[in-house]
């Protein structure tokens, strides 16, 4: 019997429905992947109909527990068990067998979950992020340079950090002085927090002191990082002239394979947002001998813009190939900035492929995920692809009000748009 603030809800509505249920409370409130949940419940349909099949199911869950009851981010969902109450009606819950929580329940899945009630699923971990800022406060207002060397280790949990909580982080492991230890990987994270709201000078500005912090300092490396992220910055306010003129430091710059893999990755953004595609996809394509021998994040950044890149070349197939990559090295609950780059991803996907459709509702979706995780930038994307679908299903109204006002929103944050956005947007409207 399952209860919500003590009511009984009655039975689930289908079987899919409470198979589904008892698959999600297995893993006690964590996140299950949308691909794993439709392998398990649908193994003989085709991926477009199984897609279709857990939306359906997944609203009909809603409808019967609340629907606040389940929440889905980054293709994944999970059950809110703060709201519920499963009663198995035993006097010891602890042994009670799994077929007397789900009688008549015959699926191949539930067999698996009879087997083994505690089992663990294939989900994504679960971090605790507070814990995370806490121990960064407290230990930074002891010792600022400690409390720093952590906070920059956290590299990926950062990503899960909402702007204020990293505004207070950073603010208590300021360096005094720029000769102190991480003084310029601190300005180079103050850059990304500035760049991933949109404020784009202060994002430029703390890149510039990073910048030169690192050439005092002679770190080399980290230098030839901060001018790939200076053209990102100047690309992204569509200041071409600007962008090209740290080509040649990006170019030669850190000679690993790390290094030559993201010098790269900034290359490439720099033609595709010239609007030269083809040359944009060979240039990926020369990266692709330096990929095996990065960390498993920037294979993860390299793959996604792959698929990005090769989707608006029409290559469908690379597209496909180097989304399905991205998303085995992905970890959601660890890579969510990155994550934005697979959703955008997986929404151009869908778009070539002709799924205009469920392109929309995953980027509608990603639009809102980004406004409330304080992802303006990956918001942007999202509209713009959001726009795209809309206008491949033939809602071509609609896409023209999605694309201005993106538009409109990159105008407010003193963006110019880019020969590719303008070729873009003379697709549309």
């Keep these: 019997m399952v209860k919500r603030d003590g ?16 698959g999600l409370a297995s893993v006690n409130g964590e996140w299950m992947s949308r691909d794993y949940l439709e392998s398990k419940l649908y193994p003989l349909s085709d991926p477009t109909a199984r897609k279709s099949a857990l939306r359906q199911a997944l609203s009909r869950m ?19 068990l703060i709201t519920l109450r499963v009663d198995t009606q035993l006097d010891d819950k602890s042994l009670a067998s799994f077929g007397l929580l789900a009688p008549g329940l015959s699926h191949p899945w539930m067999d698996e979950l009879k087997s083994s009630w505690c089992k663990a699923q294939k989900h ?7 814990s995370f800022i806490e121990s960064v ?14 906070l920059l280790g956290g590299v990926g949990i950062i990503d899960q950090v909402g702007a204020a909580d990293i505004a207070r982080m950073l603010q208590l492991t300021r360096p005094k002085r720029g000769d102190e230890p991480l003084a310029a990987e601190y300005a180079l994270l103050q850059s990304h927090s500035a760049f991933r709201i949109g404020s784009f000078g202060e994002a430029e500005s703390a890149a510039k002191r990073a910048l030169r912090i690192a050439g005092r300092n002679k770190q080399s490396a980290l230098a030839s990082e901060i001018a790939a992220w200076m053209m990102f910055f100047s ?9 090209r003129r740290w080509l040649p430091e990006i170019e030669s710059g850190n000679p690993s394979p790390a290094g030559r893999l993201f010098a790269i990755n900034a290359t490439v953004a720099y033609y595709w947002n010239l609007g030269e595609i083809r040359e944009a996809v060979i240039t990926l394509r020369e990266g692709m001998k330096f990929v095996d021998r990065a960390s498993r994040r920037q294979q993860l950044h390299f793959w996604s813009n792959a698929s990005v890149f090769s989707a608006e070349a029409k ?6 190939e180097a989304l399905e990559i991205a998303e085995s090295l992905w970890i959601p609950e660890m890579d969510l900035a990155l994550g934005k ?3 955008l991803a997986r929404i151009k996907v869908l778009t070539l492929a002709g799924e205009g459709a469920e392109a929309a509702s995953l980027s509608k979706d990603e639009i809102a995920a980004c406004h409330d995780q304080d992802f303006l930038v990956g918001g942007l994307y999202a509209a713009e692809a959001h726009a795209e679908a809309l206008h491949a299903v033939g809602r071509t109204r609609e896409a023209s009000a999605v694309w201005r006002k993106s538009e409109a929103r990159r105008g407010a944050l003193g963006c110019r748009p880019t020969i590719r956005l303008n070729r873009q947007r003379a697709a549309l409207i």
């Design 137 to 150: 406060c407290a230990i930074a207002a002891q010792d600022a340079v400690v409390g720093r060397s952590l």
């Design 235 to 243: 690309l992204e306010r569509g200041a071409l002239t600007e962008a």
């Design 124 to 130: 994504a971990p679960k971090w605790q992020i507070s």
């Design 315 to 320: 290559d469908l197939r690379f597209a496909q």
């Design 341 to 343: 780059g697979i959703q």
């Design 7 to 22: 009511t009984a809800l009655g039975d689930a509505p289908t079987k899919t429905t409470a198979i589904l249920f008892c």
């Design 62 to 80: 809603r409808q019967w527990l609340g629907a606040d009851s389940i929440e889905s981010q980054h293709g994944c969902v999970r059950l809110v």
